[in-house]
């Protein structure tokens, strides 16, 4: 039973705006500023926790999961870069096709790979169409993925895509620039994307300031992620996620 993923869908037809904080174990200092983090992401009402990277090399995601899901109840969903990054007390998980790209090992080898671990874990599997666009700048994804992200002013391309994934039963699509990219998804994609599907939009990729969230979620982002910018300023989370509580008040009525 999808019970985290159903509530998204439920909410997100309401027009309901919300946020997730990227946590990058490599990037987490000590347990100390985690736990401040942490604690800023409670009061501040953020709605999930994404925890990943393309390359994790530190042995830190457990205890990195494990002191995040001793402080709260905000669901943990795994972004695994691949199959070894997968942590069973997490509450979901990205179950990630880079449907951008054509690297088969994406699209279908590590799932074989993970599969009967997740089937037998009480873990919610979410089954996500992941798109790479161009930010400008190589990111590490791009890298380590081995392949080519969509045009950024391509959003024909995207579109199709997005409809395939939507198509082929995928329940989530997530358009990523890349952690650190220059350009976030150009607010005429998001839009153009939101359009096209039904199912919930995730976006994240160098959203680096308030108005940069604000311009996606008014696009038609259902999720916005936020990663390297709140490593380096964590009040902008504050500044952030009060941004998306005045939206659903305002917007919405909610
Ligand atoms: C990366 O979408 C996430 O995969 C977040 O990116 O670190 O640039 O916020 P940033």
Redesign the pocket.
């Known amino acids: 039973e999808k019970k985290k993923l159903n509530q998204l869908i439920a909410r997100k037809e309401n027009g309901r705006k919300f946020f997730a904080l990227?946590i990058d174990p490599d990037k987490v200092h000590d347990r100390a500023s985690l736990q401040r983090l942490v604690n800023m992401a409670i009061e501040n009402e953020v709605d999930f926790f994404f925890v990943g990277g393309s390359l994790i090399v530190s042995d830190s995601l457990s205890s990195c999961i494990s002191d995040i899901k001793s402080a709260t109840d905000i669901p943990i969903i795994l972004?695994p870069g691949n199959n070894q990054y997968i942590d069973l007390q997490s509450d979901a998980i990205l179950y990630l096709s880079l449907i951008s790209g054509r690297n088969p090992d994406l699209l279908i080898g590590q799932h074989v790979l993970s599969a009967p671990i997740l089937k037998r874990s009480k873990m919610e599997v979410w089954p996500t169409g992941y798109m790479l666009i161009d930010g400008g700048n190589k990111t590490s994804?791009s890298y380590m993925s081995n392949t080519n992200p969509i045009p950024h002013d391509k959003s024909d391309i995207a579109v199709s895509t997005a409809i395939a994934g939507e198509l082929l039963g995928l329940q989530l699509i997530y358009m990523?620039a890349?952690?650190?990219?220059d350009k976030m998804v150009s607010e005429k994609m998001i839009a153009s994307v939101k359009r096209a599907i039904d199912i919930p939009l995730i976006i994240?990729?160098?959203?680096?300031s308030v108005g940069k969230a604000k311009s996606a979620w008014k696009s038609g982002a259902d999720v916005v992620?936020?990663?390297?910018?709140i490593e380096q300023n964590p009040q902008l989370l504050i500044e952030m996620t009060e941004a998306k509580i005045l939206l659903n008040q305002q917007l919405y009525r909610i």
Do not use: T
């Open positions: 990227l972004f994804v990523d890349g952690s650190g990219a994240g990729g160098g959203i680096d992620v936020v990663g390297n910018a």
